[in-house]
C-alpha cells in the first residue's frame, strides 16, 4: 500500500511539472492589430507584463505589484507626453513602482511609437462594479 502511494504521488508531481511548465512556457498571446513599429515593440517590451490587448495576461497575477489596465477608460485620458514619461523614465518617478524604465533600451521615436499603439488598444467598457452602481442607483 505504502508502495502504491508513493508511485501515485511521483506521477503527480510530474504531471503538475508538466502542466506548469507548458503554461510558462506558451508563448503570450497576439497582441491587437495596430500601427507597426508600435505594436512589435510592445510584444518585445509591454505584453508579458500588461497581456496582449493591455488588460494585462495571467502572468501579470503573478506579480506583487499589479501591471496598469492600458485599456480602461482612465489611461485613455491620460496625455501623451505623460505615458511617454512614464515609459521613459519608469513609474518610480510619478509615484507608480513596479513599472521599469525603458529610456535606456527605447529611443524617443519608439516610445512614440509605443504611446501611438496604446491610443489604438480597444477601450474596455466600465467595470462590472461600476455598472451594478449604476444600475442601483436607476
Excluded at 21 to 50: K, N
Excluded at 108 to 133: F, K, M, Q
Aim: proline share 11%.
Amino acid at each position: 500500500m505504502r508502495r502504491a502511494l508513493g508511485w501515485g504521488a511521483a506521477a503527480a508531481g510530474l504531471v503538475t511539472a508538466g502542466l506548469v511548465a507548458a503554461v510558462w512556457l506558451a508563448p503570450p498571446p497576439q497582441p491587437v492589430p495596430g500601427p507597426e513599429p508600435g505594436r512589435s515593440l510592445f510584444r518585445a517590451h509591454c505584453a508579458s507584463c500588461h497581456g496582449a490587448d493591455g488588460r494585462g495576461g495571467w502572468r501579470a497575477w503573478l506579480l506583487f505589484l499589479r501591471p496598469g489596465n492600458l485599456a480602461a477608460p482612465e489611461a485613455a485620458a491620460l496625455p501623451d507626453q505623460y505615458l511617454a514619461d512614464l515609459i521613459r523614465h519608469g513609474g518610480a518617478s510619478v509615484g507608480k513602482p513596479g513599472m521599469p524604465s525603458f529610456g535606456f533600451v527605447l529611443s524617443d521615436a519608439e516610445i512614440e511609437a509605443l504611446v501611438a499603439y496604446l491610443r489604438a488598444l480597444p477601450r474596455a467598457s466600465a467595470p462590472p462594479t461600476a455598472v451594478r452602481r449604476q444600475r442601483a442607483a436607476l
